[in-house]
């Protein structure tokens, strides 16, 4: 197994989850089909939702088609991968501008973890987001350098 294709399946996972996961948590209870999310949060989840797993497709497409411009393709698919990870995070960093949060009352709660005497509670998205950017990165890193 050559370096380059640990990072190929890397990013293929990282894909394929962006694509897979959404169809798991958000159509559901907690997001989509939420009772109190207004009518147009919830079309738009769902819009989301049905644009991840084609893109997903896509670029796991890219990444194991055979065929001509195999190292292309690969950046091409990280860099498509990136940018639902980098909308997150913009997403995250801006919500005060926009009002919006991590987490809904009435979704899934934030895990809560005591450090010392003090409880601190926090999404498992933003963890899970920068641990995928990371390995992202360091995939197309490993790519880069086979």
């Not at 962006?18 to 738009?44: E, K, M, S």
């Not at 926009?98 to 450090?115: E, F, K, S």
């Amino acid at each position: 197994m050559t370096a380059a294709f640990v990072a190929r399946l890397v990013v293929a996972a990282i894909a394929a989850g962006q694509g897979v996961v959404p169809l798991f948590v958000d159509l559901n209870r907690t997001h989509a089909t939420n009772p109190i999310w207004p009518g147009h949060a919830r079309f738009h989840l769902v819009q989301q939702v049905c644009t991840l797993l084609p893109a997903a497709a896509v670029e796991v497409g890219l990444i194991w088609w055979p065929g001509p411009a195999m190292r292309q393709r690969f950046y091409l698919a990280a860099l498509l991968a990136g940018t639902s990870l980098a909308g997150f995070m913009i997403a995250a960093l801006a919500r005060k501008l926009y009002g919006g949060t991590l987490h809904d009352p009435n979704g899934i709660q934030p895990m809560r973890m005591h450090i010392g005497s003090r409880e601190v509670a926090f999404d498992m998205n933003v963890p899970i987001v920068i641990a995928a950017s990371v390995l992202l990165a360091a995939a197309v890193i490993v790519f880069w350098v086979s």
